[in-house]
């Protein structure tokens, strides 16, 4: 296949963000042209004026609309988009120079209509963004879901860093309304129409991740009350292995209750979990601040998913309400005008 490449970009009030990613782009090592698609999805903070300061170093088509969310974004970009191979970004990103080579490289070999890559820490980010990027990419976290070379399922794209080819996307139809939660549903439909994903290890992104503890908090858990809702449209998709997190917490309690009768073994169990944390932490980032960070992290991480998948898990199996009426904020209530 002839791959023409397309970047798909929404963007919602961040032209700081827009501003590293293009000048990132601006410096791939990929000889042949490719496309930008940045869709303002409805922002009072323009990056008009950064866009038009890159217009003589990349090909890059500006798109204004009212807001409807990044998945609803993503559809309209693509739609417009001129590239047969549409490649998914988040705008707080920022690309290697090699990734473009590196993605048509591994397609050319083995040709996939859908694949994602890992996201690393650069080292610009914050202690507290590198201790919340191990607490998404550990294998002794997420199972290395989110890019890890050895994720013990099925991988999964996600739209931080996503390929999709033109034909996949008019297939399937594109992003839902649902978010978080629109990569995993549009994977899933992928899947079932039929098409292969794959891993590209080597097609790395840097997640910058404009967070703090509390938007972690928030984002996490949202992600934890998502994950029903797909079970029930999806339900050949079930785990035991999303409990993980809720029965993480809760074990926890227990084991500080049985404490109060002198039964400390439990406990131990999550003080050697703990352990291996920092130290595999420590290893990958050589820093004591982020391995210590990384501990905080993983808590906000599996207290904010574990809730959440709890509380949504009870409400979808005994409410007789669709989804959308139980977690409104949950989904966005309009889609872009074709």
């Known amino acids: 296949m002839d791959l023409s490449f397309s970047f798909i970009v929404p963007v919602y009030n961040r032209p700081n963000e827009v501003l590293e990613l293009l000048e990132s782009l601006s410096k791939q090592t990929y000889a042949k042209p490719f496309e930008i ?10 990056s008009e004026n950064v866009v038009q300061s890159f217009a003589s170093k990349l090909n890059i088509s500006y798109y204004k609309k009212f807001n409807s969310g990044p998945g609803d974004s993503r559809n309209y970009g693509m739609r417009r988009a001129k590239g ?33 890559g890992p996201d690393a820490a650069h080292e610009s980010f914050s202690t507290v963004q590198k201790a919340i990027n191990y607490a998404m990419t550990s294998f002794f976290t997420t199972g290395g879901i989110r890019g890890g070379k050895k994720a013990v399922d099925k991988f999964q794209p996600r739209s931080f860093n996503m390929g999709i080819s ?38 790395y992104v840097y997640h910058k991740r404009r967070i703090d503890w509390n938007k972690f908090y928030i ?8 994950r029903p809702i797909l079970n029930k449209w999806h339900p050949e998709t079930q785990k035991l292995t999303y409990w993980f997190p809720t029965l993480f917490c809760i074990g926890f309690i227990v ?28 290893l990958q980032n050589k820093n004591f601040s982020v391995a210590a960070l990384s501990l905080v992290a993983v808590v906000i991480q599996f207290v904010g998913y574990g809730y959440g998948f709890l509380k949504s898990t009870f409400w979808i199996n005994f409410s007789k309400k669709k989804p ?8 966005f209530k309009i889609n872009s005008i074709l």
């Not at 984002?219 to 998502?226: L, R």
């Not at 209750?257 to 169990?269: C, D, K, M, S």
């Not at 959308?324 to 989904?331: D, K, V, Y």
């Open 37 to 46: 698609v940045l869709i303002e999805d409805g922002s009072t903070v323009s």
């Open 84 to 116: 047969n191979y549409f490649i998914v970004l988040d705008s707080d990103c920022i690309i290697p120079p090699q990734y473009l080579e590196v993605a048509e490289k591994s397609l050319q070999e083995n040709f996939v209509h859908c694949y994602g």
């Open 166 to 203: 033109k034909e996949a996307f008019e297939n399937v139809g594109g992003y839902g309304n649902i978010h978080p939660g629109e990569d995993p549903d549009l994977t899933i439909r992928i899947w079932n129409k039929g098409y292969d994903t794959k891993l590209i290890p080597e097609a």
């Open 219 to 226: 984002q996490v858990n949202k992600f934890g009350m998502v």
């Open 255 to 282: 084991s500080i209750l049985l404490l109060l009768f002198g039964i400390w073994i439990p406990l131990a169990f999550y003080k050697v979990y703990f352990v291996i944390l920092f130290f595999h932490s420590l």
């Open 324 to 331: 959308r009426e139980i977690f409104p904020n949950l989904f």
